[in-house]
């Protein structure tokens, strides 16, 4: 069982679309991350979201807690080629014994 | 060091050989975590530690699996008896006290392949 669902889990877009990915739980988590990760390296910390209803924006990217703290989304505008690359969301919190858990990823392409 | 330093990079192994991969932190970072990832896929929690001792284990596969951490710092994953499942990256990650609010800084991992 898989405790934080992510979706899509494959997005090819052309360059300039919007898109959005979804992470959800059926539990509460103290915080959330979302991750960047490419090819051959490991995952790269993009933001951390703590309090219900949070959003927080890096230029093109734009990231919401849920109020529940059960779900978060990232949004995308105007994507990059540069965007590509697997994205992660990891949920932390007394529930989750204090370890970092992961989606299973989305896997994002954006072609020029 | 600067970062999380993994080694090998890359390790292949016959089936049934054991292996020891190894994971440095950066310094200073109490908790340390092992996770492995197949390909294409997202990451699957092994074990966890803060300081040397391993409050949660539950992510490793089976009894072919141990970690150990010493000095609060360098921590070694074993795979006895290795298996073609058991092919994957396996990604270290620390961060400066427990995972709640805090950034994990992840090693570029190493690449186990079992033939």
């Known amino acids: 069982t898989q405790l934080l669902e992510q979706s899509p889990q494959f997005l090819s877009i052309q360059e300039g679309e919007n898109l959005t990915v979804y992470c959800n739980s059926s539990s509460v988590f103290s915080s959330l991350q979302w991750y960047r990760q490419e090819p051959g390296e490991g995952p790269v910390l993009l933001v951390t979201v703590v309090t219900g209803g949070e959003v927080k924006k890096l230029k093109r990217l734009t990231f919401q807690f849920g109020d529940a703290r059960k779900d978060s989304s990232l949004h995308i505008t105007a994507a990059q080629p540069g965007d590509t690359g697997l994205y992660l969301c990891a949920g932390a919190g007394y529930n989750q014994g204090g370890k970092l858990i992961f989606g299973q990823g989305t896997e994002l392409s954006v072609k020029p | 060091g600067a970062g999380v330093s993994q080694s090998p990079s890359n390790k292949v192994t016959e089936k049934g050989k054991d292996v020891e991969l190894r994971c440095d932190p950066i310094?200073?970072?109490?908790?340390l975590y092992w996770y492995r990832q197949r390909l294409g896929q997202g990451l699957e929690f092994l074990i966890y530690f803060q300081g040397n001792s391993a409050p949660d284990k539950s992510g490793l596969p089976s009894d072919r699996f141990s970690a150990e951490r010493t000095g609060e710092s360098v921590s070694t994953l074993t795979i006895q008896r290795t298996q073609q499942e058991d092919s994957a990256v396996y990604l270290c990650?620390?961060?400066?006290?427990?995972?709640?609010?805090?950034?994990?800084?992840f090693g570029q991992g190493t690449r186990l392949t079992v033939v």
């Open positions: 310094s200073g970072h109490t908790a």
């Open positions: 990650a620390s961060s400066p006290s427990g995972p709640m609010n805090t950034e994990a800084f």
